[in-house]
T-cell receptor, first 115, second 112 residues
């Protein structure tokens, strides 16, 4: 099976702009989670989507949003970009067969730079 | 917020030596996972150990879990230069959600 794919891989934006990142999960996986990685804060959970519904959300401002489509592909959007949004954004998918936490498989990430 | 700390923050060894990394966490868990990250790329899943397991092996990897001490260790035996990476532990905080809370990571450098 193909792994998790993320597009674009690199992105440069300026403050105040908005950005949309895309994630295609492993075939058959219905759960998609997003994480932000920065040198200062490390890896932080953004949100999880399952069956097109947001199941959980991390401690991020409302400028960060996401959605999931019927084919499980997911997008996340950041509006009114700030310099501090510069980060590696990682998407992960899992089968979510059980009620517990499953193994999550990560994509290569999107490196966002805000100037 | 991060679940806990990893120790050491950085580790430098020679090829062939063993590398041990420790992870401490704060809350009860359902399971704990270890991931590897090469130079700012995506995370590669290494191993998952459930809260009712004490030890698990996968190839050159051995993971232990002590829920009474809220700690885990990852041992890589006979290290290779290709093992150079950052290693992270991650827990689910016992919620059952697909939310992972990561440790601060250990940077491992294996020199030929």
């Amino acid at each position: 099976k193909a792994g998790v794919t993320q597009t674009p891989r690199y992105l440069i934006k300026t403050r105040g702009q908005q950005v949309t990142l895309s994630c295609s999960p492993i075939s058959g996986h219905r759960s998609v989670s997003w994480y932000q990685q920065t040198p200062g804060q490390g890896l932080q959970f953004l949100f999880e989507y399952f069956s097109e519904t947001q199941r959980n959300k991390g401690n991020f401002p409302g400028r960060f949003s996401g959605r999931q489509f019927s084919n499980s592909r997911s997008e996340m959007n950041v509006s009114t970009l700030e310099l501090g949004d510069s980060a590696l954004y990682l998407c992960a998918s899992s089968e979510r067969l059980t009620s517990g936490t499953d193994t999550q498989y990560f994509g290569p990430g999107t490196r966002l730079t805000v100037l | 917020s991060q679940q806990g700390e990893e120790d050491p923050q950085a580790l430098s060894i020679q090829e062939g030596e063993n590398a041990t990394m420790n992870c401490s966490y704060k809350t009860s868990i359902n399971n704990l996972q270890w991931y590897r990250q090469n130079s700012g790329r995506g995370l590669v899943h290494l191993i998952l150990i459930r809260s009712n397991e004490r030890e698990k092996h996968s190839g050159r990897l051995r993971v232990t879990l002590d829920t009474s001490k809220k700690s885990s260790s990852l041992l890589i035996t006979a290290s290779r230069a290709a093992d150079t990476a950052s290693y992270f532990c991650a827990t689910d905080e016992g919620t059952g959600f697909q939310k992972l809370v990561f440790g601060t990571g250990t940077r491992l450098l294996v020199s030929p």
